[in-house]
C-alpha cells in the first residue's frame, strides 16, 4: 500500500474540514494517510510519502497563504517531480482562480497531478464532504 500524507493550511478550519473529510476516504479505501498542519511537516519528510494531499486556501489576490504554505511550498517544490498530488482548498471571493495557478506551478515542478485541483466556496456542504472523501479514496486507489 502507498503510503500518503495530508499537508494542509487552515485560517478558518474550512480548509481543514476540506483535509478530514479526504482522509475519511483514504480510509474508506483501506489506507491510512495521516494529517500534518503544514507547520508540523518538514521538507525533509517528503522522501518518506509516496504521494501528496495538499491543501490550502486562496487568500489576499488570489494566492497561497505567504507566511507559513508558500514558504513550506516553496521549499518542497524540487521534492516533487514524478511525485503524485493531489491540490484542494477552500476559497470565498474570486471563483477559486488560485487553484489553477496552484495547478500550473505544481505540474511544472513535475508532479503528478491528480485530476485538476478540489475547491470549495466556503465551508465544505455534505456534497463537498463527499466530493472530498471521493477525492482521498481515488487518489489511493490510484497509487495501487
Known sequence: MAKTAIVYWSGTGNTEEMAKAIQRGTRKA????????????GADEIKDYDGFFFGCPAM???????????????SIESKLKDVPVALFGSYGWGGGAWMKT?????????AKLFRDGLTVENGPTDADAA??????????????
Open 30 to 41: 483501506g489506507a491510512e494517510a495521516p494529517l500534518f498542519a503544514v507547520d508540523s511537516f
Open 102 to 110: 496552484w495547478e500550473e506551478r505544481a505540474k511544472a515542478d513535475g
Open 131 to 144: 466530493a472530498c472523501e471521493e477525492l482521498g479514496a481515488s487518489f489511493v486507489k490510484s497509487l495501487r
Open 60 to 74: 489576499g489576490d488570489e494566492v497561497l497563504e505567504e507566511g507559513t504554505f508558500e514558504p513550506f511550498f516553496a
